[in-house]
């Protein structure tokens, strides 16, 4: 694989304060990536950086193969972003929603009904997004991430305040995107979810990456410092009941 972000030297300072201080990591082209971190740790700020919303203090980003400071606008034509709250045009359904993104990207090739079928939505299709539930919501917002049919897709904590089947179904279909060659960055508080989804995960803490790896060897390494729990880990946990008792299915 190749690199599609390559991120070196980032720095950015709020006056005496710095938020993200000195770091280098890249991201393989298809892969999940996720970014993980305290409140604080320096994640958002450095995916405003990459997304172009934020200007460094010094440093460099490229993706895919474009400066992200001095071509801000081509890289925002190859990316997607899903935010965790998003605020969209009142009385237009879901459809006509699509239609002002595409017009947006000037794209006349879109389909919004193949889109909310991508996202399991087509029943809602004429539906405004205030009649929609919590998981509909973060569906259709990567909906809306995707109308470009962009080579990156950001992720900001897209399960938060998410019952466990719509948690679940969101991963499949984090999953289903991935799996047709586009790569996916992703922020959570989740670490069941980082450790399901992410091919790689960089840990951020007062600004600084202190370890990037697969889950694997990042648990591994872990292990191998001595660590052990009070209490051996179960083969099942309390979301895995409430599932099986539940069923999988989606309830909206």
């Known amino acids: 694989m190749s690199a599609i972000i390559e991120v070196k030297n980032l720095v950015k300072k709020y ?3 710095t938020a993200v201080d000195d770091i280098s990591f890249s991201v393989e082209q298809g892969e999940t990536f996720g970014i993980l971190g305290p409140n604080g740790a320096g994640k958002t700020t450095t995916l405003e950086m990459i997304e172009g919303l934020k200007r460094p203090t010094s440093g460099t980003i490229a993706l895919d193969g ?5 071509e801000t606008d081509a890289v925002k034509s190859v990316i997607g972003v899903q935010l965790q709250a998003s605020t ?9 929603l699509l239609d002002v993104f595409a017009a947006l990207y000037n794209r006349t090739d879109v389909d919004p009904m193949a889109l909310l079928a991508e996202v399991e939505l087509t029943d809602k299709a004429k539906n405004e997004v205030k009649e929609l539930s919590g998981g509909q919501k973060q569906r259709f917002s990567i909906a809306v991430g995707l109308v470009n049919d962009p080579k990156v897709l950001f992720l900001d904590e897209p ?3 998410l019952d466990p089947q719509a948690r679940r179904h969101l991963w499949e279909l984090v999953k289903q995107i991935k799996a047709k060659g ?9 670490m069941d979810e980082a450790e399901v989804l992410c091919d790689r995960i960089a840990i951020m803490d007062h600004g600084k990456v202190i370890a990037l790896e697969t889950p694997n060897q990042l648990i591994k390494n872990l292990l191998a410092s001595g660590f052990s729990k009070p209490v051996l880990q179960q083969e099942a946990n309390l979301e895995d009941v409430f599932l099986q008792m539940t069923g999988h299915a989606l309830r909206e």
Not at 88 to 96: A, D, Q, R, W, Y
Not at 182 to 190: C, E, G, M, P
């Open 15 to 17: 006056g005496d304060f």
């Open 88 to 96: 969209f045009f009142e009385s237009l359904n879901l459809v006509e």
């Open 159 to 161: 399960t938060t305040g």
């Open 66 to 70: 474009k400066d992200v400071v001095r």
């Open 182 to 190: 586009k790569t996916v960055i992703l922020t959570t508080h989740y």
